[in-house]
T-cell receptor, first 112, second 114 residues
Framework: QKEVEQNSGPLSVPEGAIASLNCTYS??????FFWYRQYSGKSPELIMF????GDKEDGRFTAQLNKASQYVSLLIRDSQPSDSATYLC????????????FGTGTSLTVIP | KAGVTQTPRYLIKTRGQQVTLSCSPI?????VSWYQQTPGQGLQFLFE???????NKGNFPGRFSGRQFSNSRSEMNVSTLELGDSALYLC?????????????FGPGTRLLVL
């Protein structure tokens, strides 16, 4: 069983719509969760992190965490063509220092 | 504040050679982690260094090694290169280890093994 699973997509949404990206993880003791965006040919760029159950909002981005169900999601409101990228979910299981486990990423295309 | 820097950015080697990649973390950051990214396996953790000590190591063969210097700069070395080592090697820095620290990635070194 993979540590972190994401739908690989591709996910296509029209400009202005809400994009919803989901991620599940296997280690119930995990405490830290991160979303990274990676444009083609570039390195991952941090979008958000979340540690507590519930929602965390930052501009057009909202991260949602449900530890009981072991899932974390990312909502992108008012999607823009510049949001087209691969989104990586990362989880830091307990007692692993800064070792992050990454999902394989969800490819998002925002259609103008 | 300057970001994470990695050198070289691109590298072409042949099978059997060895390679050394360098990473300078964000100023003030003392933890450096290395990841390998390939299309098939995604991002996989190689190792983490803090205070010149390796704290964690991923599931990679002993051909992959690293070290960290007193100024927090880090190097990783791959010996006896194999075709499957072709990948994007990413360095990530964070202020300290601890599991809740955000990691910031450098631009990566793209290695091609022929």
């Amino acid at each position: 069983q993979k540590e972190v699973e994401q739908n690989s997509g591709p996910l296509s949404v029209p400009e202005g719509a809400i994009a919803s990206l989901n991620c599940t993880y296997s280690d119930r003791g995990s405490q830290s969760f991160f979303w990274y965006r990676q444009y083609s040919g570039k390195s991952p760029e941090l979008i958000m992190f979340i540690y507590s159950n519930g929602d965390k909002e930052d501009g057009r981005f909202t991260a949602q965490l449900n530890k009981a169900s072991q899932y974390v999601s990312l909502l992108i409101r008012d999607s823009q063509p510049s949001d087209s990228a691969t989104y990586l979910c990362a989880v830091n299981p307990p007692n692993t220092g800064n070792q992050f486990y990454f999902g394989t990423g969800t490819s998002l295309t925002v259609i103008p | 504040k300057a970001g994470v820097t990695q050198t070289p950015r691109y590298l072409i080697k042949t099978r059997g050679q060895q390679v050394t990649l360098s990473c300078s973390p964000i100023s003030g950051h003392r933890s450096v982690s290395w990841y390998q990214q390939t299309p098939g396996q995604g991002l996989q953790f190689l190792f983490e260094y803090f205070s010149e000590t390796q704290r964690n190591k991923g599931n990679f063969p002993g051909r992959f090694s690293g070290r960290q210097f007193s100024n927090s700069r880090s190097e990783m070395n791959v010996s006896t290169l194999e075709l499957g080592d072709s990948a994007l090697y990413l360095c990530a820095s964070s202020p300290r280890p601890g599991g809740t620290e955000t990691q910031y990635f450098g631009p990566g070194t793209r290695l091609l093994v022929l």
